[in-house]
C-alpha cells in the first residue's frame, strides 16, 4: 500500500476525518486483547504513519487514555475508533485501515501480538505471526 499520494479516511458519520501523506511505516493486524475490545471485533489492522505526516481534518476526535501513555482517537458521534497513539512510538500516528476510504487497497505485513489471537480465528493467510508488537521490529 505504500504510495506517495494522499490518503484519507473518515468515521462512520463522517463528521471525524483524517489524511496522510506519502508511506506507511507499516501495515499490520494487532492481535492484543486491548484492540480486540476497543473495536470488538477479532483483530484490528492498523497502518503506522510518521505523526508528521497526518493531521485531522473535521471535527476534533475524541480521545480515551485506554491505559498509561496510550490514547485512542474516536468519532465522539458516531463512536467509530479512528486512531492509536502511544509513548512507545511518539512520532507514529496509527490509523485503523477500515476507516480509510478504500479500505480494499490495504495490504497487510504481518500480524502482532498473535500469542492472543482469539482461538476461534482461522488465519491462514501466509504472513509472519508475531507474538508481541516489538518482535516484529527486529
Request: negative net charge; aromatic residues 12%.
Amino acid at each position: 500500500m505504500n504510495t506517495m499520494s494522499k490518503r484519507r479516511g473518515h468515521c462512520l458519520c463522517g463528521q471525524v476525518s483524517f489524511e496522510y501523506e506519502g508511506p506507511e511505516n507499516w501495515c499490520g493486524h494487532c492481535h492484543c486483547e486491548s484492540c480486540r475490545r476497543n473495536t470488538s471485533s477479532a483483530f484490528t489492522s492498523f497502518l503506522g504513519v510518521p505523526r508528521t505526516a497526518a493531521s485531522f481534518t473535521g471535527r476534533k476526535p475524541s480521545v480515551y487514555v485506554s491505559s498509561p501513555g496510550v490514547r485512542r482517537s474516536f468519532c465522539g458521534n458516531c463512536g467509530t475508533p479512528i486512531a492509536y497513539e502511544t509513548d512507545q512510538y511518539p512520532d507514529e500516528i496509527h490509523f485503523y485501515a477500515a476507516s480509510l476510504e478504500d479500505p480494499a487497497n490495504f495490504r497487510p505485513d504481518f500480524h502482532v501480538h498473535f500469542a492472543e489471537c482469539v482461538s476461534w480465528a482461522d488465519i491462514n493467510d501466509g504472513l509472519p505471526r508475531y507474538d508481541h508488537s516489538g518482535d516484529a521490529e527486529s
